[in-house]
């Protein structure tokens, strides 16, 4: 099968023997090529398939190139719907003395109209919980990381640590950035 009669072939995940080399856009790039990823709602997916490569190349224009991670709005969490409340609760603990920091279940508007709102389902059927901080993520991202890794109804967040080879930048100017990780 191809995509789009580009004779691309499309595998699924197990079938393709190497995966050389992924493309993929980004929410936010911090200076050490760090990544917010998955306001689309697909981290997980994002994730398995970038990290199962030997080479992943990002291109973005300069609005993603942010100081810290979580500067220009939420950073996600994909977690299990069974105790979803519950989970928000701890991932909150996390960052519990940090001011301004908020999280929420990600809601979409409700199909059935009357400004209701249903909570958004992921390519999974999972749930997203969305984490604001008021200037960013300060702190040792791999710990924190870890600490949302260890909640038992966290699936995946949508921090990219140490995944991009490169970063392709388009910039207002018309030119073109290349930012490799040291
Ligand atoms: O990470 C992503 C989805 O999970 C996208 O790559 C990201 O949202 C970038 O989208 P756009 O290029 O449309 O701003």
New binding site residues.
């Given amino acids: 099968m191809g995509h789009k009669g580009q004779r691309i072939p499309m595998l699924a995940l197990a079938d393709a023997a190497e995966i050389h080399l992924s493309i993929?856009?980004?929410?936010e790039v911090d200076p050490d090529l760090n990544l917010v990823?998955?306001?689309?709602g697909?981290?997980l997916r994002?994730k398995m398939i970038e990290g199962a490569g030997a080479r992943f190349v990002v291109i973005v224009d300069e609005s993603k190139l942010v100081p810290r991670l979580g500067c220009t709005g939420a950073v996600p969490v994909e977690v299990v719907p069974f105790g979803s409340v519950y989970t928000l609760g701890l991932i909150r603990k996390v960052f519990d003395k940090l001011p301004g920091f908020h999280a929420r279940l990600r809601t979409v508007k409700s199909k059935a109209g009357d400004h209701q709102e249903d909570l958004f389902l992921t390519d999974n059927g999972n749930y997203i919980v969305e984490m604001f901080f008021d200037d960013g993520i300060h702190g040792n991202l791999r710990d924190i990381s870890d600490s949302l890794l260890r909640i038992t109804g966290v699936v995946e967040h949508g921090m990219f640590l140490g995944m991009a080879t490169k970063v392709i930048v388009a910039k207002k100017d018309g030119t073109v950035a290349v930012l490799s990780r040291k």
Wanted: aromatic letters at 0%; glycine letters at 28%; hydrophobic letters at 20%.
């Fill in positions: 993929d856009g980004a929410d990823k998955g306001r689309g697909s981290l994002e």
